[in-house]
T-cell receptor
Framework: ETGVTQSPTHLIKTRGQQVTLRCSSQSGHNTVSWYQQALGQGPQFIFQYYREEENGRGNFPPRFSGLQFPNYSSELNVNALELDDSALYLC????????????FGPGTRLTVT | AQSVSQHNHHVILSEAASLELGCNYSYGGTVNLFWYVQYPGQHLQLLLKYFSGDPLVKGIKGFEAEFIKSKFSFNLRKPSVQWSDTAEYFCAVNARGGYQKVTFGTGTKLQVIP
């Protein structure tokens, strides 16, 4: 059984640029959530996708957007990058109808300069 | 809105010492509770979870946690820590129903000295 994978591992961008992060959910998992983990903080919920639709959002501006594809993989897009967007971005998946338990990927470390 | 408070930001223990990490949450309804661990250079892993039933739950690597509903607490315990337990520990809660977002605490860094 393949776990949650994320790409890329590390990324360096300049303020004002746009970035796309990718996540492949664990096999059979139809729900994907994205989190931002700033240095020294716990993960903060960004949004969740279920059946290709966003069905929950945390306190993040609209320049954070996402997609979920028919195979349940997902993308996180961030426009107009700011220095404070530097963080570890985590993806987590679960099978919504079966369990509350999420499985996390290794994350993408984004540095904005 | 739900929130999670972890009281200890940095804990230093000697090997074989007992561990208790505090976690309190704020939410008026039914919740699921989790403890996650993040070892240096590794991704978040689930240590244990509480959904319902026996409030004393056992997890991996000898960890356990007790849900005390009246105190809105879910403290993590281990009777004897090892050097390999050095990691960051996160308490998390999600509310039943809705889209069930998970809210994390700020984490506790545990350093175990050999």
């Amino acid at each position: 059984e393949t776990g949650v994978t994320q790409s890329p591992t590390h990324l360096i961008k300049t303020r004002g640029q746009q970035v796309t992060l990718r996540c492949s959910s664990q096999s059979g998992h139809n729900t994907v959530s994205w989190y931002q983990q700033a240095l020294g903080q716990g993960p903060q919920f960004i949004f969740q996708y279920y059946r290709e639709e966003e069905n929950g959002r945390g306190n993040f501006p609209p320049r954070f957007s996402g997609l979920q594809f028919p195979n349940y993989s997902s993308e996180l897009n961030v426009n107009a990058l700011e220095l404070d967007d530097s963080a570890l971005y985590l993806c987590a998946s679960r099978e919504r109808e079966k369990s509350y338990e999420q499985y996390f990927g290794p994350g993408t470390r984004l540095t904005v300069t | 809105a739900q929130s999670v408070s972890q009281h200890n930001h940095h804990v230093i223990l000697s090997e074989a010492a007992s561990l208790e990490l505090g976690c309190n949450y704020s939410y008026g309804g039914t919740v699921n509770l989790f403890w996650y661990v993040q070892y240096p250079g590794q991704h978040l892993q689930l240590l244990l979870k509480y959904f319902s039933g026996d409030p004393l739950v056992k997890g991996i690597k000898g960890f356990e946690a007790e849900f005390i509903k009246s105190k809105f607490s879910f403290n993590l315990r281990k009777p004897s820590v090892q050097w390999s337990d050095t990691a960051e520990y996160f308490c998390a809660v999600n509310a039943r129903g809705g889209y069930q977002k998970v809210t994390f605490g700020t984490g506790t860094k545990l350093q175990v000295i050999p």
